[in-house]
């Protein structure tokens, strides 16, 4: 099964990404797969294809790193076309200024390839997708994504989730196996 580790967002922030994907979606660009609200979160770890059994033994680790670990707090969004030249990526990237989740983030890093599990090694950028690029996006769009305006509100995200996603053609379906509570 494929999974991942995410944050989730609160309901407030949900909406607001959901609004400006839908205005983001008055260009019926084909182009562009946009993500469901349903599926908006802040990825904090793609792990990738797992057995049933290991998920146990995935889940008994997030419980242990994340049994301490304060709520994050995220700031300051900026939308981004990712990568820059030939994007195929739109999303919103946050700051955080909460040290712990980078912590758990680099120990989940460190004890999951020590059990044998190849991850993605890039650089943690705490992001929510929106868009799915899958050919030209013209550059009037391009100025017009790059020129909207977020809210800086800051928010918490209390909740942290293993979830199974399952991939379809019109779109993926993501499955949470778990939710953590974080203080």
Not at 15 to 30: D, F, G, S, V
Not at 71 to 87: E, G, R, Y
Not at 160 to 174: D, M
């Amino acid at each position: 099964m494929r999974t991942f580790i995410a944050l989730e967002l609160p309901a407030e922030n949900k909406e607001q990404l959901h609004r400006l994907i839908k205005r983001l979606q008055e260009h019926n660009l084909r182009t562009i797969n946009w993500v469901a609200p349903q599926n908006l979160h802040i990825t904090l770890l793609f792990i990738g294809e797992i057995e049933l059994q290991q998920q146990s033994v995935i889940t008994s680790l997030i419980e242990e790193l994340v049994n301490s670990c304060p709520a994050p707090v995220f700031s300051a969004p900026q939308i981004m076309l990712i990568p820059s030249q030939k994007p195929h990526l739109l999303w919103v990237e946050y700051k955080c200024i909460s040290p712990e989740i980078a912590v758990v983030y680099r120990q989940l890093i460190k004890q999951l390839t020590e059990s044998g599990y190849r991850l993605d090694k890039k650089p943690l950028r705490f992001h929510v997708t929106l868009g799915r690029i899958k050919g030209y996006i013209s550059p009037p769009f391009i100025s017009e994504v790059l020129n909207q305006k977020i809210p800086p509100l800051a928010f918490k995200s209390s909740i942290l989730t293993f979830y199974k996603s399952i991939l379809q053609p019109q779109g993926p379906e993501y499955f949470p196996l778990v939710n953590f509570y974080l203080k």
